[in-house]
């Protein structure tokens, strides 16, 4: 059995992690109605990532994990976007 | 004394995790070039797609991740009754988001837009590719998801005749972590194909 103590989510705090998802969800679809042409892609994409922010900190438990997950989620995601800069650098300017 | 590592265990989760976050995000970046340079076209064929049965299954997901999280919760307090119901209800969700897919691939197929198609042959290179990507990253993605309803479902078993409980959830705790895997992907497919009419 655990000895050491363990983190318990309140429902509350899951729910209401659900509700603001839900609010970026409709905050999404309305930001693409207005038509703010290449700043729309931006603007989703920036909302899409505020999202995924929140699912791995509460949902996926980041934020009370050991700092040895987070270290590695950040290492993972930084080397992604590296990937994609060096991507598009090269494709874009070439 | 059994051995036990649950740190280890979730720790071997997230490196699967990571590799398949590359997977898709080599298809992000593939989807990121062809938008640049077909960004009228993908326009133009984003109009097909159903927004509203994108949203529904957006919400869907959101609610399923959030009743996964709270069935951990609910283990942790001991609760493995409340556990199975909100297990049960992510799996509701996830039927509900297999038969708006089947709504909405079905139509497509039936008015003839699918990889193949007499239709497709008549569309330019730019929508192609969009109905490519499309099919492939939303099919990818289906196929995570069944993978996902299948694991919860051991594990749902597994809550039900007490193997998981208060005091050893990690089995659980893992294939919450999938599952909120397929809710993120969702997140960054959702808006980059059905919102950019």
Redesign the interface.
Known sequence: ??TES?H????RT??W??IT??AF?FI??TV?WIDLSAL??LI??L??SV??YI??T????LKF??S??RV??FM??FI?VL??LF??SD??FR | MEHRDD?GA??GM??FI?TE??LF?GLF?VY??MR?SYSTEFHQAAHHLN?FIG?IN??VL??S??T???S??AV??GNNKLAVILLVITLLCAAAFMINKYFEWGHKIHIGLYPGSDLMLTLSHGQVMFFSLYYFMTGLHMFHLVVGGIILTIVLIKVQNGTINE?RYVLL?NG??YW?LV??IW??L???LY???
């Open positions: 059995m655990h363990v318990i989510t309140p429902y899951h729910a992690v659900l998802l839900l969800t999404t679809i693409t729309t892609v989703a994409l909302i899409a999202k995924a699912v791995l509460y949902f996926m438990h994990e050991s040895l997950f590695f989620v993972v995601l992604y990937v994609i991507t598009l494709y874009l | 740190i979730k720790l997230w490196v990571f976050i590359l995000g970046l990121a070039i640049s927004a949203t957006t919400v959101l609610i991740s959030a996964v999280a709270m951990i919760t942790q307090k005091g705790e919450g972590l909120h809710d993120l997140i960054f959702f808006p980059l919102l950019i009419t």
